[in-house]
């Protein structure tokens, strides 16, 4: 059965990249939020196997969502998606709960490794 997976991002365009990498690696897209509370009610709904969170949105930034959803469920997988020398925040998201991070611009091997990880892990 293949992994479903929830797409958060506030860019359209971001999500639709992350989307069609893992769709054309047998992943399957459950879900996609503009922001961390969209993410959390997706969660909640939806209980994907492993979350993309982009750090920087409005309304609920990714590391406040990575709090949330991890309150509702400490097993969550979750891999923060940030721009480089967002470093400090990676790490606050690390301590948050994320369980890796992919730095933008994505390069599809990084994706792939770091969601086979995590999932990896998870088992």
Known sequence: MS???LVVDDAAFMRM??????????????????????AIELYKKLKPDLVTM?????????IEGVKAIREFDPNANIIMCSAMGQQA???????????????????????????????????
């Open 3 to 5: 992994k479903r997976i």
């Open 17 to 38: 990249m992350i989307k069609n990498i893992l769709s054309k690696n047998g992943y399957e897209i459950v879900g996609e939020a503009e922001n961390g509370q969209v």
């Open 54 to 62: 982009d750090i920087t949105m409005p309304e609920m930034n990714g």
């Open 89 to 123: 925040m990676v790490m606050e998201a690390i301590q948050a709960g994320a369980k890796d991070f992919i730095v933008k611009p994505f390069q599809q091997d990084r994706i792939l490794q770091a969601i086979g990880r995590v999932l990896a892990r998870a088992e």
